[in-house]
C-alpha cells in the first residue's frame, strides 16, 4: 500500500553530520503518524522520534536530542532527518516506518539506511 525509501546515510567522523530522506510513494504520508527507528546487530531496535498525523515531533530519544532535527516536505512526499554532532552510538541502520492506521502500527517500512560514524 506504501513504498518507503530511506537514503543519505554514509560514512562520517564524530561530529559530522547528515540528512537522510524518508521519500514515500503508494500513498501520501503527510496526514499519518510517522517514526524514525535505527537498529544495530545484537542490539534493540531503538525509536529515534515519532511524528503526529499532522506532522510535529512527539518524540524523541534522549540519546539523540538536541543533535537530530526534523523536517517534511509533504509535496515530494518526503520526510528528513537532518544529524549532527554525530557520535560513534549513532552508527545503525536507520529506517522511517508510517502508521496508515490500518491496526498494524508502525507497519510499513522501508529498506533502512546505514549510518557509520568514526570515531
Known amino acids: 500500500q506504501v513504498q518507503l525509501v530511506e537514503s543519505g546515510g554514509g560514512l562520517v567522523q564524530a561530529g559530522g553530520s547528515l540528512r537522510l530522506s524518508c521519500l514515500a510513494s503508494?500513498?501520501?504520508?503527510?496526514?499519518?503518524?510517522m517514526a524514525w527507528f535505527r537498529q544495530t546487530p545484537g542490539k534493540e531496535r531503538e525509536f529515534v522520534a515519532r511524528l503526529s498525523e499532522t506532522g510535529e515531533i512527539i518524540y524523541w530519544a534522549d540519546s539523540v536530542k538536541g543533535r537530530f532535527t526534523i523536517s517534511r516536505d509533504n509535496g515530494q512526499n518526503t520526510v528528513y532527518l537532518h544529524m549532527s554532532s554525530l557520535k560513534p552510538e549513532d552508527t545503525a541502520v536507520y529506517y522511517c516506518a508510517v502508521d496508515l492506521g490500518d491496526g498494524n502500527g508502525f507497519g510499513s517500512w522501508g529498506q533502512g539506511t546505514q549510518v557509520t560514524v568514526s570515531s
Open positions: 503508494g500513498r501520501t504520508f503527510s496526514n499519518y503518524r
